[in-house]
């Protein structure tokens, strides 16, 4: 099963990659073990677009009235499965939260705003002012570092599962 809460038997799930493992600098948390490095373990998963539905569960913006980033936010479901955070779930106790859905080829790393004047959003901790970002530095490097490959396996993989 993925963080996500979506089985890799899951009916929309198509495809699976073997594992991937990434040795990067630590990130916050790790930095703060004095860890050294962070090992990641990727996988792509590719899902069936229409067996992604948008669900009418109501979104919990907290100060925000609209959400602050781009791409559309909601929850949805997988092959009749509800997403789920299991990071926010048990680090936050927070069960209900929202996933973007956004094209991979428009992806883009810009400030979070309390999505209605544009101010954004920051945080003041540790004697600096911290801007939130739409992404997480690991996850956007992440995502970066393997959007080309994804864009060009993409057709690929569909196409041969129509074989």
């Known amino acids: 099963m993925d963080e996500m809460g979506i089985d890799f038997n899951n009916p929309a799930v198509l495809w699976v990659s073997h594992p991937i493992l990434v040795i990067l600098a630590p990130h916050e948390e790790e930095q703060k073990c004095t860890e050294k490095y962070t090992i990641l373990w990727l996988q792509f998963v590719l899902v069936d677009a229409k067996q992604v539905v948008q669900l009418e569960d109501e979104l919990e913006l907290g100060k925000n009235v609209k959400p602050a980033a781009s791409g559309t936010w909601a929850h949805f479901s997988v092959g009749g499965v509800k997403m789920r955070c299991r990071e926010n779930e048990r680090i936050k106790w927070d069960l209900d939260t929202c996933f973007c859905r956004e094209k ?23 004697g600096k002012t911290e801007f939130h970002m739409q992404f997480r530095p690991l996850d956007w490097q992440t995502l970066i570092n393997h959007q080309p490959r994804l864009l060009d396996w993409i057709p690929l993989t569909q196409q041969d599962l129509l074989k």
């Open 104 to 126: 991979l080829e428009d992806i883009r790393q810009a400030e979070q705003c309390d999505g209605v004047n544009r101010v954004p959003r920051s945080t003041y901790k540790h």
